[in-house]
């Protein structure tokens, strides 16, 4: 069975200075997707960056990138120029082709201080 | 696009009795749709998928007979928590998918919170 671990429970960053957030997985599989969602204190689940295992380019989406590195089994997700509306809840997930189940870190949450 | 809402955001009932939650994907149409719990500091755990039409899928140690779970439509499935406990209460959260990001994302509801007194 497939596994995500987030080994921070808690990170700070300073407003406009960069944080990077940690994931590692374990699977056996060679095809599947790495997803980092933020879940502010409203709770919503809100999609901040995919990656699909098969492309070896990391993803970007403005402030988000992501350092995939495939044979580690790691998937970091770098925050820059962060913002007070950054600080939430980061979960790191994995989706599998054969289950089609998304599996959930444990979460770090991220505190971003003026 | 890709809007899922959750009714109702939050709800109390009292102990013995059941509450319904219901999941919509307001702008697609949901082939699947999928709950998951969420405790207090916790990450999300899947309780079952289910497809439109299709009896739900549940998770390993999710009892299927105290979380009813209805697909009746591309755009509404519904949670039942029958005959509610205290260790019901948690968040509940309902994600769907088939909308315009590809077959595989998800998106998520708000999600609701159960009280049990």
């Known amino acids: 069975a497939q596994t995500v671990t987030q080994s921070q429970p808690e990170m700070s960053v300073q407003e406009a200075e960069t944080v990077t957030l940690s994931c590692t997985y374990d699977?056996?599989?060679?095809?599947?997707?790495l997803f980092w969602y933020k879940q502010p204190p409203s709770r919503q689940m809100i999609l901040v960056i995919r990656?699909?295992?098969?492309?070896?380019q990391n993803a970007t989406e403005n402030r988000f990138s992501v350092n995939f590195q495939k044979a580690a089994k790691s998937f970091s997700l770098k925050i820059s120029d962060s913002q007070l509306g950054d600080a939430a809840m980061y979960f790191c997930?994995?989706?599998?082709?054969?289950?089609?189940?998304?599996?959930f870190g444990t979460g770090t949450r991220l505190q971003v201080f003026p | 696009g890709a809007v899922v809402s959750q009714h109702p955001s939050w709800v109390i009932c009292k102990s013995g009795t059941s509450v319904k939650i219901e999941c919509r994907s307001l702008?697609?149409?949901?082939?699947?749709m999928f709950w998951y719990r969420q405790f207090p500091k916790q990450s999300l755990m899947l309780m079952a998928t289910?497809?439109?039409?299709?009896?739900?899928?549940?998770e390993q140690g999710v009892e299927k007979d105290k979380f009813l779970i209805n697909h009746a439509s591309l755009t509404l499935s519904t949670l039942t928590v029958t005959s509610a406990h205290p260790e019901d209460s948690s968040f509940y959260i309902c994600?769907?998918?088939?909308?315009?990001?590809?077959?595989?994302?998800?998106?998520f509801g708000p999600g609701t919170r159960l009280t049990v007194t």
């Open positions: 994600s769907a998918r088939g909308g315009q990001g590809g077959s595989y994302e998800q998106y």
């Open positions: 699977t056996s599989e060679s095809d599947y997707y």
């Open positions: 990656q699909e295992a098969y492309k070896q």
């Open positions: 997930a994995y989706l599998s082709y054969n289950t089609d189940k998304l599996i």
């Open positions: 702008d697609f149409q949901a082939t699947t």
């Open positions: 289910s497809n439109e039409g299709s009896k739900a899928t549940y």
